[in-house]
């Protein structure tokens, strides 16, 4: 049976693995709609291959381009905020949320508002909007499908389960590529040394997540809210070598464990077909070959990520969106060459000592936390003393 798809932030990483699975099955999906923000030439590239019905860029200023692109094509055209949320609320059987960043997060809810099933890999939507999401999905019947690899993982584990007879959920962190480095070297870390992930290939924002820990830090928090055990229940393990995806651990201390190859088709895979199960073009998992696997303690001493986002999740109210938002104005900037690796953390951890409002209680309100945190982050950024 033909089943229709939405992948919005089809040019990304996510998006691509995504495609990659669909395009191995021919005849098993028909797409729908495939979103960027100014990846025109590469979108509708895309769209063209998988005879998409409408292309959308985010940046209005770039559908000029797309349109040019799509020329002939009888591929329809569209751009801006409001044309990302119609192309996400169109009626189909799979909505992959895969755009990085708080941007996704209006059109995530529009797909939510509509009831749908949505794969969720874009993290920044549910950490800024938690209750406010998660209560639309109540509301609107909607289902959100974990594609974060170690939420997917806890999501498998769970199968058959009870969460009152949860004792413990254990997200595995690889410690990303920076994790032996000391403070020193950490203050002096390059964007393309940060971005250099040993175990995943993932887009730039997540990366400099992972080599922070900031990226554990945000799932700290989706796991909150996919998973609700309560915090104390909630554990992080650093694991290098990113085989087990995250572990569930149960009142009579037996613990499920999900292993895999570090390429997020598996995820995805699970996602698409669930909860049936299809075929990935990946090697099977060697253990013998793989020998070791070793777990540690994280250092939030080095890595204070992890401790930032937990006090923002127990602070609850306005903390993780404002979290979220100077995180991503910081590891932005990092990128740009502007500031220090060390000065990510240290920024989103200053942003947040500034407030202390309310939780939001609706995508509006978390809009405007969202943006507000920005610029009081760029504000920072641009006193002499920042860098
Ligand atoms: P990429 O940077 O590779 O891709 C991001 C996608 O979002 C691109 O299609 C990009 O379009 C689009 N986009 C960026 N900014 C905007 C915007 N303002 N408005 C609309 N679209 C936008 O990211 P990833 O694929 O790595 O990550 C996507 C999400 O999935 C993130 O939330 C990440 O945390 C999560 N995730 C990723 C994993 C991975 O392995 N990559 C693993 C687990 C979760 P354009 O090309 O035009 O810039």
């Not at 309560?230 to 201390?253: A, F, N, T």
Request: proline letters at 5%; glycine letters at 8%; one cysteine or more.
């Amino acid at each position: 049976m033909t089943r229709s798809i939405t992948v919005l932030g089809a040019t990304g990483s996510i998006g691509a693995s995504t495609l990659d699975l669909v395009r191995r099955n021919p005849g098993e999906w028909k797409v729908e709609a495939l979103t960027a923000n100014c990846s025109a030439q590469e979108l509708a590239g895309l769209a063209r291959e998988f005879g998409a019905k409408i292309a959308v860029v985010g940046d209005e200023t770039c559908l000029a381009d797309l349109k040019d692109a799509l020329a002939g094509s009888g591929i329809e055209a569209a751009g801006g905020a409001q044309a990302l949320r119609d192309a996400a609320a169109r009626p189909v059987d799979m909505c992959v949320a895969a755009i990085v960043g708080c941007a996704g997060l209006a059109p995530v809810m529009a797909a939510i508002e509509r009831g749908g099933t949505i794969a969720l890999a874009n993290k920044e939507a549910l950490v800024s909007a938690g209750e406010v999401m998660t209560a639309a999905v109540a509301k609107h019947g909607a289902t959100l499908l974990p594609t974060d690899s170690e939420h997917n993982a806890i999501f498998q584990c769970l199968v058959g389960s009870s969460l009152e007879d949860v004792a413990r959920i254990t997200l595995t962190a690889s410690g990303g590529p920076l994790r032996t480095w000391s403070h020193e070297q950490l203050a002096a870390a390059t964007p393309a040394e940060a971005v250099a992930h040993p175990n995943w290939s993932m887009g730039a924002k997540i990366s400099v997540d992972s080599a922070t820990m900031m990226n554990k830090g945000l799932e700290y928090i989706e796991a909150h809210h996919l998973f609700p055990v309560g915090l104390d229940r909630l554990k992080i393990v650093v694991h290098p070598q990113s085989v087990i995806h995250s572990m569930v651990e149960y009142k009579d201390r037996s613990t499920l464990a999900q292993l895999g190859p570090s390429d997020m088709r598996v995820p995805i895979a699970s996602c698409l077909a669930y909860p049936a199960r299809m075929e990935t073009p990946l090697e099977p998992l060697n253990l013998a070959a793989i020998g070791e696997l070793t777990f540690h303690a994280p250092d939030e001493e080095r890595f204070p990520a992890t401790r930032i986002a937990r006090e923002a999740i127990q602070a609850g109210g306005a903390a993780p969106a404002t979290l979220n938002a100077a995180n991503e104005v910081a590891v932005a900037a990092f990128l740009d060459g502007q500031i220090a690796f060390t000065r990510i953390t240290a920024l989103a951890e200053e942003v947040l000592s500034r407030y202390s409002e309310p939780a939001p209680a609706s995508l509006d309100d978390v809009l405007a936390l969202d943006k507000d945190a920005r610029e009081n982050a760029a504000r920072i950024l641009e006193s002499p003393v920042s860098a």
